[in-house]
C-alpha cells in the first residue's frame, strides 16, 4: 500500500490506544467468567490473577486514551457506555471461553503477541505508553509461560486433551492474524513511533507458536486466510452479549460507584 | 486431576531467613506445583523463594506428644540460663 494512498486518520493515537485498552478489557473479561467455575482450584486463582493483570493494563490505556482524546471521558465512559460498534479489540479475544483447551489456546494466541508488542513498546515516543509497557511486560511474562506450559502440557497429555487441543487450535487459527496484520492506523502510529512495526512481531509470533505447537506435537493449520474487523468496530454477535453482561450493571444505574 | 498428588508448600519471605509452611495445593509434578504456589500464595508479596514437597516425602511424629517429648521438660541445665553475662555483651 503506498503511503500516498493511506487515507488521513483522524485521532490515530486514540484509536491506537482503543485497541490495546479493549483488548486487554475484554479478554480480562472472558477470563473473569472462569471465576468459580475453573476445573482445578489452583487454576481458578491463576485465572483470576491474570484478569486482573490485564485489567490493571486496561484501566491504564483506556485512561490514558480519554486523556488523549481530550473529551473529559473516563476509563469508565470508554469501558461502559461505548456500543459493540465503538470497540476495537481483536476478535480473538470476544471469542467465548467455550472449554479449557480453547480457553489456554486464545490465551496462548494472544500472550505471544502481547509480549512482543510490550516490548516494542518500551521504545514508544510516547512516554506514557512506554511506561505502562514495562509495568504491563513483567506480567506479560508470566502470562506466556503459563499459557505456554499449558499448551504443552494438553497438547502432550492424553488423548483426550490433545484432541481437544487441536481442535481448539484449528477454529481459532484464523483469529490470530489480525493481531500482526497492520491497517492504515497501525502504519500510521509506527511512522510517529508510538507503536511498533507489526510485521516482525508477525515473524516473532509465527517462530514462537510454531515452537510451542511442535512440543506440544498439535498440528498448525496450514489455513492462511484470516478473519478481520475487531479493529474498525465490526464484531461477531458474542462482543454484544458480553458488553451486555460487563455494562449492564452501569447502564442501569449510571455513574454509581462502590 | 484426582491422580495429582498433594504437595505441602514452603515460603521464604525478603526479609526472612528460613522457610515458612503456609499450606499446600495439587499438582502433577514439581514444576506445576512451584507455579500453582506462587500463583496462589505469593499473590500479595509474601516471599520470594519457594518450596514444595511431594506430601508422601513428608514424615511426621505420631507418637502421644507428652510421652514423645516429655524427657525434654525437666532438664534446665540444657538452657543456657546460668551465666552471668558481662555488661558489654548483655546484648548479644
Redesign the interface.
Known amino acids: 500500500m503506498l503511503a500516498s494512498s493511506v487515507p488521513a486518520v483522524q485521532n490515530a493515537r486514540f484509536e491506537y490506544l482503543l485497541r490495546l485498552g479493549d483488548d486487554a478489557l475484554i479478554l480480562s473479561h472472558r477470563l473473569s467468567e472462569w471465576c468459580g467455575h475453573a476445573?482445578?482450584?489452583?487454576?481458578d486463582?491463576?485465572l483470576a490473577?491474570i484478569a486482573l493483570d490485564l485489567l490493571g493494563q486496561a484501566r491504564m490505556l483506556l485512561t490514558h486514551a480519554g486523556e488523549v482524546e481530550g473529551a473529559g471521558r473516563s476509563e469508565d465512559d470508554l469501558a461502559y457506555f461505548r456500543t459493540s460498534q465503538q470497540f476495537r479489540n481483536a476478535l480473538l479475544v470476544e471469542y467465548p471461553n467455550q472449554d479449557w483447551a480453547y480457553t489456554i489456546v486464545r490465551q496462548f494466541f494472544f500472550d505471544v503477541y502481547h509480549y512482543h508488542l510490550y516490548q516494542a513498546l518500551l521504545h514508544s515516543t510516547d512516554t506514557h505508553l512506554a511506561a505502562i509497557a514495562e509495568k504491563a511486560l513483567k506480567e506479560c511474562t508470566y502470562h506466556l509461560r503459563?499459557s505456554s506450559?499449558w499448551v504443552v502440557?494438553l497438547g502432550d497429555g492424553t488423548p483426550v486433551s490433545h484432541q481437544k487441543m487441536q481442535a481448539a487450535v484449528d477454529e481459532l487459527w484464523m483469529y490470530s492474524g489480525e493481531l500482526t496484520t497492520p491497517d492504515a492506523i497501525d502504519l500510521a502510529i509506527a511512522a510517529d513511533g508510538i507503536g511498533p512495526n507489526l510485521l516482525p512481531i508477525k515473524t516473532l509470533w509465527a517462530e514462537k507458536v510454531t515452537a510451542i505447537l511442535t512440543e506440544a506435537t498439535l498440528v498448525k493449520p496450514a489455513q492462511t486466510w484470516m478473519q478481520s474487523g475487531g479493529r474498525s468496530g465490526r464484531h461477531t454477535e458474542h462482543l454484544d452479549r458480553l458488553l451486555a453482561e460487563m455494562q449492564h450493571l452501569q447502564r442501569t444505574f449510571p455513574g454509581q460507584v462502590w | 486431576?484426582k491422580d495429582w498428588p498433594l504437595w505441602e508448600i514452603f515460603i521464604r519471605s525478603k526479609q526472612g531467613l528460613s522457610h515458612k509452611h503456609v499450606g499446600s495445593?495439587?499438582?502433577?509434578d514439581a514444576?506445576?506445583a512451584i507455579?500453582?504456589a506462587r500463583?496462589?500464595y505469593t499473590?500479595r508479596n509474601e516471599g520470594i523463594s519457594i518450596w514444595v514437597v511431594e506430601y508422601i516425602h513428608i514424615h511426621a511424629s505420631t507418637e502421644d506428644a507428652e510421652a514423645f517429648f516429655d524427657p525434654a521438660n525437666d532438664k534446665v541445665y540444657r538452657h543456657p540460663t546460668f551465666y552471668d553475662l558481662p555488661d558489654e555483651l548483655r546484648h548479644i
Open positions: 476445573p482445578v482450584l489452583e487454576q486463582i491463576a490473577n503459563y506450559e502440557r | 486431576m495445593l495439587h499438582a502433577a514444576q506445576m507455579e500453582n500463583d496462589v499473590r
